[in-house]
């Protein structure tokens, strides 16, 4: 027991070693290729300054580092376990009698700890270094409005309205919106307070608005109630959870929130008509992180701990990168048919992880008992 224990944190130390080794130079790679892109877009941009695309490009670092972490395990693992297998020490372990569960608990360990400390801690910093980022790319590489540029001009809405009924519900329809200096303002405007049972109380016309503080300021409101006419009402406020910044969050990509906002946001936008499923993805994604960690760790011990004595090592290996690029291939895949409504969230994030799991498992057995 006391040789198993030791083994496997031997193995472990090698494990972390390859694998952050490996993670750093993969991050640093495509950090290269992002530079170079971004200098590339401000080439047209004389007024653009090197300073500020060395400063985008390294506020992307932490969001890259967590994005490439599965391949990092993976590619880190082959080499530790062919490495180790190369030089007969599993080998050897496995003549004493140390089974491949018993040495590969400690590395599969480390790769889940990786795993948790990139979900809660790093991934939270890259959220906020990439929603950086984001600011100073729309502000110097970009043309346009900004987010909400690209919701056509107009604006939908869904939130609590109480004033008549303790659930009842208030839609908004602004066919015209802009932000200037932060003020989202809003034109040609149509509410419809609705109660429990989604029934029309009342609608409620403007031809302008803003946002301000918890609340829309409605210019000119008209009312008018089922069965009668408009009845003219001036300047109306209509109370809301919603702050500019959410509003445009709602329009950014979820990689600028942090894990642990994510929940309560998502709950902000299922209460305010906003689509939550590209953020309910990339939160079950992130919960899935350290299990696809593990996931990788085993997939890389299964296709490098052959004995280099049967040959094919170089074969395994190579089908070991593929497997791995073919879960990357397949999660994205998931992914997509998540963000257009055919697979639910959770469905779409665990799958490819646990499809991957058993694949490894599968492999390990084959390998251990034959």
């Excluded at 390294?58 to 969001?63: D, I, Q, S």
């Excluded at 700890?113 to 929603?131: E, F, K, N, Q």
């Excluded at 001036?234 to 994510?262: I, K, Y």
Aim: charged content about 15%; aromatic content about 8%; hydrophobic content about 50%.
């Amino acid at each position: 027991m006391v040789v198993s224990v030791t083994l496997s944190l031997y193995i472990a130390r090698q494990f972390v070693f390859s694998v952050v080794a490996m993670i750093a130079s993969l991050t640093g790679i495509v950090c290269l290729f992002d530079f170079i892109d971004l200098l590339r877009r401000v080439a047209t941009r004389p007024d653009v300054s090197t300073n500020v695309v060395t400063e985008i490009a390294a506020l992307h670092v932490p969001y890259f580092s967590v994005e490439i972490l599965p391949f990092g395990i993976l590619l880190g693992g082959i080499i530790c376990f062919w490495r180790l297998t190369r030089s007969s020490e599993l080998i050897v372990a496995r003549a004493a009698g140390i089974s491949a569960w018993q040495f590969l608990a400690g590395p599969l360990a480390c790769a889940m700890l990786i795993g948790t400390i990139a979900t809660a801690l790093i991934s939270p910093l890259s959220s906020a270094m990439y929603r950086r980022a984001e600011e100073l790319d729309q502000q110097y590489l970009r043309t346009g409005g900004g987010p909400l540029s690209l919701s056509s001009g107009s604006l939908w809405l869904r939130q609590a309205d109480s004033q008549y009924d303790p659930k009842g519900v208030a839609i908004l329809h602004a066919r015209g919106v802009q932000l200037e200096k932060g003020v989202l303002h809003i034109h040609d405007v149509s509410v419809f307070r609705l109660d429990r049972n989604d029934k029309l109380v009342m609608r409620i016309e403007s031809p302008d608005g803003i946002l301000g503080d918890r609340v829309w300021e409605l210019k000119s409101a008209q009312t008018v109630r089922p069965n009668e006419i408009l009845h003219p009402l001036g300047q109306m406020n209509l109370p809301t959870d919603l702050t500019v910044a959410r509003v445009q969050e709602s329009f950014s990509s979820p990689e600028t929130l942090s894990v642990w906002a994510l929940p309560s946001f998502i709950a902000l936008l299922d209460r305010s008509g906003f689509s939550s499923i590209r953020h309910r993805i990339h939160f079950q994604s992130l919960l899935a992180l350290p299990m696809l960690a593990g996931t990788m760790a085993l997939v890389a011990a299964g296709f490098s701990m052959r004995p280099t004595r049967r040959g094919g090592v170089a074969q395994m290996i190579g089908s070991g990168v593929a497997a791995g690029f073919l879960l990357f291939t397949v999660s994205k895949v998931a992914e997509q048919f998540g963000n257009s409504g055919a697979l639910p969230p959770v469905l779409a994030a665990w799958a490819p992880t646990v499809a991957g799991l058993c694949l490894a498992i599968s492999l390990l057995l084959h390998l251990e008992d034959g």
